[in-house]
């Protein structure tokens, strides 16, 4: 039974965060910069007083014209403010544009290295594209809401109070006037906020779902154009593209309404002081020069006030992003430890323990709980080298054997034991640097061959690599290949074939010296020639260490030093052929029909 036919998509969709579980999150991503966006802060701040600085210097300009009195001064120390405060800024902006960048990659290889120690049940229940969207698009957005909005929600409040000081100053009921429009247009845009966030949330979601279809389509690519599915999948990809675009065109709508209220209510404010204004200059209640002041001092307050719009927008937008990072940060890893602590892949590690033990006692698992259970008192004993077959119908739970030793999933019931050692006492890293395993499927990552060979033995020698390869009889393929062991093998080895594929599985499983071997049908693809050097091989190998084989074909079984016969999750028989063949019905009827048939099937092409 594979994993593959017991999980189904899991809902994605983060659940909404309350305001303090959004700024302890943000802090989380803030706070190893704070010095850094304290001193962008400062910076800003520092432009902001020579903001506010302006309107004071161009009343005082003002009453000298009134006064015949010289301005060379006053237009120097203007002009200086205007320069100084405009590089100042600049310069503020460049520490908190380089720290924002800083929070994001600091986020991007924390999601990196927890998704990658992701517990496998976990990611079966997940999306792949989905979670690549938030190591990418999630924490884009955090640019700008753990640095910029901050600064600017904290420059822009206190731009925004001094100003309205410096205005109540120079006439109360100036800015009694301006107060009363700006709460105004101040409550439409706390009405939009929230419709901006719900956009963005939604939004975000589905350049998720573009992630996971596309991951889709790419990782089935030739079956996508031999189903001749190119057009249906570019339709349900365009469907989430569409989604995406409704939703950022509904929060571009209330963010350009958030905007506009901001500049209708500067455009009001700027009519109702000058008409009320005008009329105290006329009753002398005010002078010229104040008025000017004043209304310089309003429009020096659309920035603060945009800097507050802008914040809150920025908020809105990043709360969505931290809820789905979040979620992806709650998800399940495992406790890996690091290599130099608790051993050295290889032979430290591998062979030089020597063939390790292998038994299963009354084992049962399920891979959730609401699915039947796959093993059922499941129980064993392979003492050690020499070779164990693992034979039974489909479903009958071979794989999950594999998995269950390797801790990719933890049994319910019953006890793993290596080397007379529960697998979950030992330390996941120890544990798998003993072990070589080989996957059904034989996956190939792209990049070169080498890479692909040392990928779990990444201190190989090349006389070590060269002996795999010819064990493995790879050593005529690199022979062929244009750049040889350096050759790009292409997005999940597309270069190869079937059988190449696999062989360059059981190399890189050989090459890492384990102590037990686990392949999973590893000589499915091989013609008949490789078929028989690599059981010459295995059969070779498991003389010193310790080889487990899930096998449907006679030849390989009949090598097995002992076979372990398993039917609807439980051990029926243990034995070997001979014995098996006329004590078990159910191995008997295979041997006869399935293993046969398979035996003498075409072979896969290499």
């Known amino acids: 039974m594979t994993t593959a036919e017991t999980t189904e998509t899991n809902d994605n969709t983060p659940a909404p965060l309350s305001a303090g579980e959004t700024w302890r999150a943000l802090y989380t991503h803030f706070r190893p910069h704070r010095g850094l966006v304290a001193l962008g802060a400062a910076f800003a ?156 949330r939604r939004s975000q979601e589905a350049v998720g779902e573009i992630s996971t279809r596309l991951e889709r389509a790419f990782g089935a690519f030739r079956t996508l154009k031999a189903s001749g599915a190119e057009e249906r999948e570019t339709a349900v990809v365009a469907a989430a593209a569409e989604e995406a675009w409704r939703n950022g065109v509904r929060s571009a709508k209330w963010e350009s309404v958030a905007w506009s209220s901001v500049g209708l209510a500067v455009q009001v404010s700027f009519l109702a002081v000058l008409g009320v204004g005008g009329a105290r200059v006329a009753s002398e209640a005010i002078s010229i020069s104040t008025l000017v002041a004043f209304l310089l001092f309003l429009f020096y307050l659309i920035d603060p006030i945009s800097k507050l719009v802008e914040a809150a927008t920025q908020y809105q937008e990043g709360s969505a992003a931290i809820a789905r990072i979040m979620e992806a940060e709650r998800l399940e890893t495992e406790q890996t430890e690091q290599t130099e602590e608790v051993g050295e892949t290889g032979e430290a590690a591998g062979a030089a323990g020597g063939p390790a033990a292998v038994t299963f006692e009354k084992v049962a698992f399920s891979y959730r709980d609401d699915l039947p259970p796959v093993h059922h008192e499941v129980s064993f004993e392979v003492p050690g080298a020499g070779m164990t077959a693992f034979v039974g119908p489909s479903g009958a739970g071979k ?23 529960d697998v979950r006492d030992w330390p996941v890293s120890q544990l798998r640097a003993a ?138 028989a243990v034995g070997t052929h001979t014995e098996l063949v006329s004590a078990d019905p159910l191995y008997g009827e295979l041997a006869a029909t399935q293993f046969l048939a398979t035996a003498t099937a075409p072979e896969a092409a290499v």
Do not use: C, W
């Open 399 to 421: 794989t999950t054997v594999f998995g269950l030793i390797e801790r990719f999933y933890e049994a319910s019931g019953g006890r793993v034991l290596v080397d007379g050692r």
């Open 45 to 200: 701040l520092v432009g902001a007083v020579t903001g506010l600085l302006q309107p004071l210097a161009a009343k005082e300009l003002v009453d000298r014209l009134g006064g015949d009195e010289p301005i060379t001064g006053i237009l120097i120390a203007l002009t200086a403010l205007v320069v100084f405060g405009t590089a100042i800024e600049a310069l503020g902006g460049y520490v908190l544009g380089r720290t924002a960048e800083s929070v994001v990659l600091a986020a991007r290889r924390t999601l990196i290295g927890r998704l990658l120690r992701l517990r496998l049940p976990e990611m079966e229940r997940s999306q792949p594209g989905d979670l690549m969207s938030r190591i990418t698009s999630d924490t884009t957005l955090l640019r700008a809401v753990t640095t910029q909005s901050v600064v600017s929600a904290a420059t822009g409040g206190l731009s925004f109070i001094a100003t309205i000081v410096l205005m109540g100053f120079m006439d109360m009921v100036l800015l009694g006037v301006t107060l009363g429009v700006i709460v105004v247009i101040g409550a439409v845009v706390a009405l939009v906020m929230p419709k901006i966030a719900e956009a963005s």
């Open 435 to 572: 072990i070589g395993y080989v996957e059904q499927d034989a996956p190939v990552l792209a990049g070169t061959l080498r890479e692909n060979l040392v990928f779990a033995a990444p201190e190989a020698t090349d006389e070590q690599i060269t002996e795999v390869l010819v064990r493995a009889r790879l050593d005529s393929l690199v022979e062929r290949l244009p750049e040889g062991l350096d050759t790009v093998v292409g997005h999940r080895g597309s270069k190869l074939s079937g059988g190449e594929r696999q062989r360059v599985a059981i190399a890189r499983a050989l090459l890492r010296r384990p102590r037990l071997l686990l392949l999973d049908e590893a000589t499915s693809q091989l013609d008949a020639v490789n078929e028989m050097a690599l059981r010459d091989v295995v059969a070779e190998v498991s003389r010193e260490v310790t080889v487990l084989v899930v096998a449907h074909r006679l030849s390989t079984v009949t090598l097995a030093d002992r076979i372990v016969v398993m039917d609807a999750g439980r051990v029926r």
